[in-house]
């Protein structure tokens, strides 16, 4: 029996940082090199940016068709961000997982701990730590994407953002694109090994202690 065919549960991976520590960046190498891996898309009442494209980068909903999402159960997590709601849809992700693929969430704190409390076992979760204060500032001026205020409300929430970093099972400094990566990817393939995460190959080694 080859490793592949062990029939293997998939797992939730989660980043979270400050706007501006690179995760973004990171999520989207992660998904090009890794074809066993999905991202899960949020849907948000805030507007698109320049570039976002709606049902790829987030789904850009209404506050009223986000709050029926909330009442029908829609989501697996939800909560407020810079005075915008995001939450995650629940069927794609269980599907994804069912099929024994792994899924990408770029979601905060406030949904890393949702999530925790429902799905123990199935989360693997990563705290991306930006090298300083400083560069965390200029990579949110070089996205210039944001108003000055919207950049001023986002440095005000890094605090809070960072001094969550102990509920995460992994620290991940991003001083290096490609060391990051390098880390990231090592955390997958520890995280893809576990026995939970092996339903099939823990089902093939009571068969081999049967055997004689
Ligand atoms: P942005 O507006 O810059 O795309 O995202 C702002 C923040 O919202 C980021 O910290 C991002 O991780 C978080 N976020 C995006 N989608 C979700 C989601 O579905 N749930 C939660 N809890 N946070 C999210």
Redesign the pocket.
């Known amino acids: 029996m080859s490793n592949e065919t062990i029939q293997r549960r998939g797992l939730m991976l989660v980043l979270?940082?400050p706007?501006g520590a690179g995760?973004t960046t990171l999520s989207r190498r992660l998904l090009q090199s890794d074809p066993g891996i999905v991202m899960s898309v949020?849907?948000?009442t805030?507007q698109p940016r320049p570039n976002e494209i709606d049902g790829q980068d987030?789904f850009f909903v209404t506050p009223e068709k986000f709050d029926t999402m909330v009442a029908d159960g829609e989501f697996l997590?939800?909560?407020v961000?810079?005075g915008?709601k995001?939450?995650?849809p629940r069927t794609p992700v269980m599907k994804a997982l069912e099929q024994g693929k792994d899924v990408l969430f770029?979601?905060?704190w406030?949904?890393t701990q949702q999530l925790k409390q429902q799905v123990r076992d199935d989360l693997a979760s990563v705290f991306v730590v930006p090298p300083s204060k400083a560069e965390l500032e200029r990579r949110l001026r070089i996205r210039a994407q944001d108003s000055e205020e919207v950049v001023r409300q986002r440095m005000a929430k890094a605090s809070d953002?960072l001094s969550h970093w102990a509920e995460y099972d992994y620290l991940l400094m991003n001083d290096d694109i490609q060391h990051a990566m390098g880390k990231l990817e090592e955390i997958l393939r520890v995280e893809r090994s576990r026995r939970a995460r092996q339903p099939g190959l823990a089902k093939f080694v009571q068969k081999l202690m049967r055997e004689d």
Do not use: L, N, P
Request: hydrophobic share 20%.
């Open positions: 979270s940082s706007s995760k949020s849907a948000t805030r987030y997590e939800h909560a961000v810079f915008h995001y939450g995650t770029d979601i905060d406030q949904g953002e």
